[in-house]
Nanobody
Framework: VQLQASGGGLVQAGGSLRLSCVASGPPFSAYGMGWFRQAPGKEREFVAAIDRTTPTTWYADSVKGRFTTSADNAKNTAYLQMNSLKPEDTAIYYC?????????????????WGQGTQVTVSS
């Protein structure tokens, strides 16, 4: 599976962005998708995940109510809609994939990673 993330950019606080992650390779529907981010000087952290077979979603507390993840199996694409963005959301965002076999699968580890897309939120 190869993952290609896109949609990052520069936005003012309070604005919105939608990230996309296109998957190529084995049937996309076989994998759950996760979103992670890494800010400068910080460790990578979990943001959101979706099990597209149930579908069930999970979110970090810091983004609940502001971010929404979804997937379009026909397009082999996962999305991360980010609203009410804050300067602290500034980071490189990565998508990742792995088979989701239990309710804890979203926690990782993930098998495949995209290259990352930069999100910068100005105050």
């Amino acid at each position: 599976v190869q993952l290609q993330a896109s949609g990052g950019g520069l936005v003012q606080a309070g604005g919105s962005l939608r990230l996309s992650c296109v998957a190529s390779g084995p049937p996309f529907s076989a994998y759950g998708m996760g979103w992670f981010r890494q800010a400068p000087g910080k460790e990578r952290e979990f943001v959101a995940a979706i099990d597209r077979t149930t579908p069930t979603t999970w979110y970090a507390d810091s983004v609940k109510g502001r971010f929404t993840t979804s997937a379009d199996n026909a397009k082999n694409t996962a999305y991360l809609q980010m609203n009410s963005l804050k300067p602290e959301d500034t980071a490189i965002y990565y998508c990742a994939a792995r088979p989701f076999i239990s309710n804890r699968s979203y926690m990782g580890p993930y098998d495949y990673w995209g290259q990352g897309t930069q999100v910068t939120v100005s105050s």
